[in-house]
C-alpha cells in the first residue's frame, strides 16, 4: 500500500510540477526567455528549438535579445518567431533580433487569466485522476483480499489528504500567477 501511495504523490508533485511549467510559458507584461521554449526554428533541416541557435539575453525588463551563434539564421529566426503564437514583431538590427514587449491592456490581462484558471482546472482534474486511479487499485487489492477493509478506509482517507494537499498547491500556483498577470 505504502507504495501505491508513493506513487500517487508522485504523480500529483508531477502534475503540479507541469501546471507550473505551462504557467511560465504564459506571457505577462515582462521578458521571460521561456515563452521562446516552444518556438523552434529550420536549422539545416531539423525543427531546433530557439535556445539551441542563439543566446538569449534580457537587456530591459521588456525586452529579450536573441543573438545567433550563425549570421545566417536571423532571417530563420525571425521568421519562426512570426510564424510563433507570441503576438510580437521581431525587431532585426543585423546582428540581433531584438523582441519588445509592449504593456498589456486590462483586457488582454483578464483573458490570461482565464487561460491560468483553465490550466489549473487541467491540473487540477489529472490530480483528481491520480487519486481515482489510487483508490481504484486500492480497492481490487481489497477485492483480492490482500488488504482489509479497514486498510482501505484507511488508504482513502491517506490519498484524500494527499490530493487536498497538491489541489491546494495547484490553487496557490494559480494565484501567483493572477497577481503576476494583474500586476501593473
Same mark, same amino acid.
Given at each position: 500500500?505504502?507504495?501505491?501511495?508513493?506513487?500517487?504523490?508522485?504523480?500529483?508533485?508531477?502534475?503540479?510540477?507541469?501546471?507550473?511549467?505551462?504557467?511560465?510559458?504564459?506571457?505577462?507584461?515582462?521578458?521571460?526567455?521561456?515563452? @521562446? +521554449?516552444?518556438?523552434?526554428?529550420?536549422?539545416?533541416?531539423?525543427? !531546433? %528549438?530557439? /535556445?539551441?541557435?542563439?543566446? =538569449?539575453?534580457?537587456?530591459?525588463?521588456?525586452?529579450?535579445?536573441?543573438?545567433?551563434?550563425?549570421?545566417?539564421?536571423?532571417?530563420? @529566426? +525571425?521568421?519562426?518567431?512570426?510564424?510563433?503564437?507570441?503576438?510580437? !514583431? %521581431?525587431? /532585426?538590427?543585423?546582428?540581433? =533580433?531584438?523582441?519588445?514587449?509592449?504593456?498589456?491592456?486590462?483586457?488582454?490581462?483578464?483573458?490570461?487569466?482565464?487561460?491560468?484558471?483553465?490550466?489549473?482546472?487541467?491540473?487540477?482534474?489529472?490530480?483528481?485522476?491520480?487519486?481515482?486511479?489510487?483508490?481504484?487499485?486500492?480497492?481490487?487489492?481489497?477485492?483480492?483480499?490482500?488488504?482489509?477493509?479497514?486498510?482501505?478506509?484507511?488508504?482513502?482517507?491517506?490519498?484524500?489528504?494527499?490530493?487536498?494537499?497538491?489541489?491546494?498547491?495547484?490553487?496557490?500556483?494559480?494565484?501567483?500567477?493572477?497577481?503576476?498577470?494583474?500586476?501593473?
Amino acid at each position: 500500500m505504502e507504495e501505491l501511495y508513493q506513487d500517487a504523490e508522485r504523480r500529483m508533485k508531477h502534475a503540479i510540477e507541469v501546471m507550473a511549467h505551462d504557467f511560465q510559458t504564459i506571457r505577462t507584461g515582462r521578458a521571460n526567455p521561456i515563452i @521562446l +521554449e516552444r518556438v523552434h526554428v529550420e536549422y539545416y533541416g531539423t525543427e !531546433t %528549438p530557439v /535556445n539551441q541557435v542563439a543566446s =538569449i539575453s534580457i537587456p530591459e525588463p521588456r525586452q529579450i535579445q536573441i543573438t545567433p551563434y550563425e549570421k545566417n539564421m536571423l532571417g530563420p @529566426l +525571425e521568421k519562426a518567431i512570426l510564424k510563433s503564437d507570441l503576438n510580437l !514583431t %521581431p525587431t /532585426n538590427d543585423g546582428t540581433c =533580433i531584438r523582441l519588445n514587449f509592449p504593456p498589456m491592456t486590462e483586457e488582454r490581462r483578464k483573458e490570461l487569466v482565464k487561460q491560468v484558471h483553465a490550466r489549473t482546472e487541467q491540473g487540477i482534474v489529472a490530480i483528481r485522476n491520480v487519486r481515482r486511479d489510487a483508490i481504484e487499485h486500492a480497492k481490487a487489492k481489497q477485492k483480492a483480499k490482500e488488504i482489509s477493509e479497514d486498510d482501505l478506509k484507511s488508504f482513502e482517507n491517506k490519498i484524500q489528504k494527499l490530493t487536498d494537499k497538491h489541489v491546494e498547491e495547484a490553487h496557490a500556483h494559480q494565484k501567483s500567477k493572477d497577481a503576476e498577470l494583474m500586476e501593473v
